[in-house]
């Protein structure tokens, strides 16, 4: 008897769980990178102004809801575990216990809330109409999530009424409209140069135009490509694509 040996080619699904994890960590190490650029603090509890959110809101914007959420989640558990990353150098669970705490906490449910927004914007529109989308739903995101959070953070930490804490919030929102226009123009550069960063091999997608795409279907090893199928039905490669 003769036995074949046939090459089994690599899991789309295990390559696709590979590059979703180096983005992750590549996207939490910049958030990290971020950090590390000289804060500026700002009103009476000294909250600095960093680029840190720029970051959080391009995680979402790039690799959508629960990508860019684990990247956020994985910089600050980093930083809960005692490693330097937070604004100033600063690292521990002791950072709960500032003024800063309500801001950091926000960080995944913020980029978690971006990349929804995200995801649906790059399915429905292109060009001025994406890019203003994305600044939209970065902003209200932040408004809605990072900025009420912050608030409440500050109020309890640094013993400030709530209104008070308020009033100290409004200096960070100069910034931070800057930061999300920038952070909506990157992602639109990103998308613009790998349109497929967002897309799940087997889902379907919007095309350009409008029209629905399916991602070409790759044939499996040992299945036949040319002549009669075995199965009496067309050889399509259906099933072969991880979800």
Known sequence: MTHTITDTPASPLRSSRAGDIALIAVFAALLAALAMLPPIPVGPAGVPITLQTFGVALCGLVLGPWRGAAAALLYVSLGL???PIFSGLRGGIGVLAGPSAGYILSFTLYAL????IARWAIRRFRGTALAAALFAGSLGASILLNHPLGILGMSINADLPLGVAFVADLAYWPGDVLKNI???????LIHRAFPDILRRRGVRTVAPHGQQAR?????????????????GRPTTGEGSAGR
């Open 215 to 231: 991602p070409a279907a790759p044939v499996t090893a040992g299945q036949p490509t040319t002549g009669r199928p075995t199965t």
């Open 113 to 116: 809330a971006v990349g929804f």
């Open 81 to 83: 575990l005692g490693l």
């Open 182 to 188: 920038l952070a909506a123009s990157v992602a639109l």
